[in-house]
């Protein structure tokens, strides 16, 4: 088997965890993949919890459909990490329940909205989880300012609509978007209570060791 086509298949076999544990609904989120010659993308309209590895939409190099399916037409999104983060091998975009709900409380603009309270989520997401303003889901508008938040965090909030996360891999990003879900549910959870964060020189030596 190609090394394209055990990608086609690992995206698939993600987008069925992450729809069994409700991390999307519907036809909701889309998972890209890079390639030595181009972008995978999950087809738009499609359910992640049913994808067809062999319809799986092929870009080109210059995001330009070329097989499979219709891709997402969410492109874009992944198109402003993909571009602007070289190492980005993958981009996961979800609704999943918690995050989007840090995303309708946080306020645009704000660049760490989830507080540091786990190792983990400091490991996979980093830093900085800058909030991108509303817009319109399909509003190609958006790419500039996800770009401009990419260039120093691995994945963001997009405000009132979800998670968009990065990372070198497929399995990178799929973990990472888990994680953010999780740590937005902790925060959530913890919310006006006097809970112990890591504190600047602990995420440092995480960084430091990890990032």
Do not use: W
């Amino acid at each position: 088997m190609s090394a394209e086509a055990d990608l086609r298949e690992a995206i698939a076999a993600h987008g069925r965890l992450l729809f069994g544990r409700g991390f999307s609904v519907g036809s909701a989120g889309n998972i890209s993949v890079r390639l030595e010659d181009g972008f995978l993308i999950t087809p738009t309209n499609s359910c992640l919890g049913r994808l067809d590895p062999a319809r799986i939409s092929k870009l080109d190099g210059q995001y330009r459909h070329v097989s499979g399916d219709a891709p997402s037409k969410e492109v874009f999104m992944h198109r402003a990490f993909l571009a602007t983060r070289p190492e980005a091998g993958a981009v996961v975009h979800l609704h999943s329940t918690h995050a989007t709900a840090i995303a309708c409380l946080a306020a645009p603009g704000e660049a760490a909205p989830i507080p540091p309270l786990t190792p983990y989520f400091v490991m996979r997401v980093g830093r900085s989880l800058p909030v991108v303003r509303y817009y319109r889901p399909g509003d190609a508008a958006m790419e500039p300012a996800i770009a401009a938040a990419a260039k120093d965090a691995r994945a963001v909030l997009l405000a009132n609509h979800g998670p968009v996360v990065s990372g070198r891999t497929l399995d990178d990003a799929v973990y990472a978007a888990e994680e953010l879900e999780e740590a937005a549910k902790l925060a959530l959870l913890l919310r006006g209570q006097p809970a112990r964060t890591l504190t600047p020189a602990e995420v440092d030596d995480l960084l430091g060791t990890f990032g």
